[in-house]
């Protein structure tokens, strides 16, 4: 059990690093925003999971609620995070900031 | 949307009728009303029981009162239009889509974060909007399209309009490509659109 924990701990974290590191080295706003919205969505939801499964370690009612409540805030991030992601790209398109194609300079 | 004002309407006319009385042939009206209130209420118990963890008198009481509140208030905000008959069997399919559109983000996910490591990433992206027309048409149907589209990686939706013209951010060629495709299948079988 201790294994699955610290597998799906470990993958939620790469995926948590790449979307950190895909921030600073895309190149432009839009592009930013792919690993910042939803890399992020995947390494909260594996992250969680190894949560969810370490808090019933101890079998009761107790702790099946309290996992329960912690796969409700994944439910939650999966309907905002997307719904967030697309009014910030809205913000760019209506102030009149055009897409980084290939071959321009970094922004 | 006109399908679904019309439908509005004919739901506040059978909510006034059901006022009136409780003739014969008012009764449906009546249970058509009831239905989504008492759906609310369930679901909102359910919730309730879930958050608090208490299971004493008091604050099973304490529930019923504020979900009977709440569920008085809001059951029109959750059920806008009638109840069809297919609902339920359409919640069902929407479960069975969640598993694929998962299997989609890790698939997705592994690409854009190969894209994030790989030492010459300014040359393999190759970031493009592309515009396509989608054949979905109920609201439903293409918000989910739509939020389904930002949720795998290399994908943003831009912009949505009413009659389903999506333009979509894609970060390369690989992830652009595969839209509106199969997902857009997978949707408006889930959705019971032609």
Redesign the interface.
């Known amino acids: 059990m201790d294994v699955v924990v610290v597998l799906f701990l470990f993958a939620g974290l ?2 948590f690093t ?2 950190a ?2 921030i600073l ?4 706003f ?2 930013r ?3 910042a ?3 992020d ?2 390494g909260l939801l594996l992250s969680m999971i190894a949560l969810a499964l370490f808090n019933l370690h101890h079998f009761s ?2 702790t099946v ?1 309290t996992s ?2 912690i796969i ?1 805030i994944v439910v939650f991030v ?2 905002a ?3 967030a ?2 009014a910030i ?2 913000a760019g ?1 209506r102030a009149g900031l055009g ?4 071959g321009e300079q ?1 922004r | 949307m006109d399908g679904q004002g019309e439908e509005g309407l004919a739901s506040k006319g059978s909510r006034t009728g059901s006022g009136n009385g409780s003739a014969g042939a008012e009764a449906q009206p009546r249970r058509l009303y009831f239905y989504p209130f008492f759906l609310t209420f369930i679901i909102m118990f359910v919730v309730w029981v879930f958050l608090s963890g208490k299971f004493d008198p008091f604050h099973m009481s304490l529930g019923l009162v504020s979900c009977a509140i709440v569920s008085y208030l809001s059951a029109d905000l959750l059920f806008p239009s009638r109840v069809t008959k297919g609902a339920f069997g359409q919640w069902l399919r929407f479960v069975k889509y969640i598993p694929w559109l998962l299997i989609q983000i890790v698939k997705a996910s592994l690409h854009v974060t190969y894209l994030v490591f790989h030492p010459r990433m300014m040359d393999l992206i190759d970031p493009r909007i592309i515009k396509f027309r989608s054949k979905l048409t109920s609201d439903l149907a293409l918000v989910t399209f739509a939020n389904s589209i930002t949720l795998t990686p290399g994908t943003i939706t831009v912009y949505v309009s009413v009659d389903g013209d999506f333009k979509v951010h894609a970060i390369d060629k690989a992830s652009g490509d595969p839209l509106p495709g199969e997902m857009e299948a997978k949707i408006s079988k889930t959705f019971g659109e032609v």
């Not at chain 1, 897409?99 to 290939?102: E, F, M």
């Open positions: 790469f995926f790449g979307g590191i895909g080295r895309f190149p432009d839009y592009s925003l792919h690993p919205g939803k890399l969505t995947l009612l107790g609620l329960a409540k409700i999966f309907l995070s997307p719904t992601t697309h790209v809205d398109v897409p980084w194609t290939k970094r």
